[in-house]
């Protein structure tokens, strides 16, 4: 297995405004609302009261947050349609779908190494995998 080389993925970037977009998207990404207002948007676009019912726990407050934050990224799109009352959607953008897998591999590490973290969280590992040399 190689080692990423992390500093030198922020380097390729060439120049300090794409290294300070890695660090914001990072931030945007591990956010406890962003990956599940992206799940709730990945079947199909839904309107905000829609999101919040899927997002169990988000106030509105949050919500409006993190779609802002998305939407200014590219990752999210607002639809307004001019009906009385006015209708808004939210939607992944093609941007935003491409998150979907990378979204999935993370699931599935923790599917595979998650029971392990638990262990480790509670003092009591006695799993080699958790402690395995790289």
């Known amino acids: 297995m190689t080692k990423p080389d992390i500093a030198g993925t922020a380097a390729v970037c060439?120049?300090?405004?794409?290294?300070?977009?890695?660090?914001?998207?990072?931030?945007?990404?591990?956010?406890?609302?962003?990956?599940?207002?992206?799940?709730?948007?990945?079947?199909?676009?839904?309107?905000?009261?829609?999101?919040?019912?899927?997002v169990a726990g988000i106030s509105h407050r949050m919500l409006t947050k993190t779609l802002r934050d998305l939407e200014r990224d590219g990752l999210v799109s607002r639809s307004v349609y001019a009906e009385v009352p006015p209708r808004v959607e939210y939607g992944l953008t093609p941007l935003g779908r491409t998150l979907?897998?990378?979204?999935?591999?993370?699931?599935?590490?923790?599917?595979?190494?998650?029971?392990?973290?638990?262990?480790?969280?509670?003092?009591?590992?006695?799993?080699?995998?958790?402690?395995?040399?790289p």
């Open 14 to 54: 060439g120049d300090e405004s794409l290294r300070a977009v890695v660090r914001d998207l990072l931030t945007t990404i591990g956010d406890k609302w962003t990956l599940a207002v992206v799940a709730a948007l990945v079947e199909r676009d839904q309107r905000f009261t829609a999101i919040q019912r899927d």
């Open 100 to 133: 979907v897998d990378t979204i999935d591999a993370l699931i599935g590490w923790v599917g595979e190494h998650g029971p392990a973290v638990l262990a480790n969280r509670r003092g009591r590992s006695r799993d080699t995998t958790a402690h395995a040399a």
